[in-house]
């Protein structure tokens, strides 16, 4: 199940990134004191409604469904409308979540519905060329390889160079594209 964060989900999210913090660490920014506060998460629960009204930003929690359970979160950020028509996925998951299968399906609805919703042309997605089950999944999921990013993000603490995937709505080879 996917949904907007709430409020009410700090707990469940606070338990779920701190339990996992060594295990997602070397791929996302380094996170800050104040970050995992209750307050933080407010402001972030606004930030989310506010790019999510303004069409530029879907930022969703993963939830097992039964029982319902936060097990991880999936990004459709910097929308672009005009001639571009195109977004950038980002992703985590709770280790002990991952590697079960969770990420894909959910990949899956969310490619659905940057295709058929949002009616976007092109989603991509970037990983540290080390991280072999980011790159595994995407591959997976329809998304292709195609380049290299040089110093692209600031993860853990240092400027990274990503690997570039791409998945083009006229080459998603899902049924009824």
């Not at 209750?38 to 879907?58: C, M, P, Y």
């Not at 985590?92 to 969770?102: D, I, P, R, T």
């Not at 595994?136 to 110093?151: I, M, N, T, V």
Request: net charge positive.
């Amino acid at each position: 199940m996917l949904r907007l964060p709430r409020a009410s989900d700090y707990g469940a999210w606070h338990k779920l990134r701190t339990e996992s913090r060594d295990f997602l660490q070397p791929w996302e920014p380094v996170w800050s004191a104040e970050e995992m506060t209750r307050n933080s998460f407010r402001k972030r629960i606004e930030r989310v409604n506010l790019e999510f009204d303004a069409g530029s930003s879907i930022q969703l929690f993963i939830f097992q469904k039964d029982p319902e359970r936060l097990i991880g979160g999936i990004t459709i950020g910097l929308i672009r409308r005009g001639v571009a028509q195109m977004c950038m996925l980002g992703y985590w998951m709770g280790e002990q979540y991952a590697g079960k299968g969770h990420m894909f399906a959910a990949l899956q609805l969310v490619i659905r519905y940057i295709f058929d919703e949002l009616r976007l042309h092109r989603i991509e997605a970037a990983c540290i060329p080390t991280n072999m089950r980011s790159a595994s999944l995407l591959q997976k999921a329809g998304f292709r390889k195609e380049g290299y990013l040089h110093k692209y993000l600031r993860i853990n603490g240092q400027w990274q160079d990503h690997q570039l995937f791409a998945l083009i709505k006229e080459e998603d080879v899902r049924k009824g594209n």
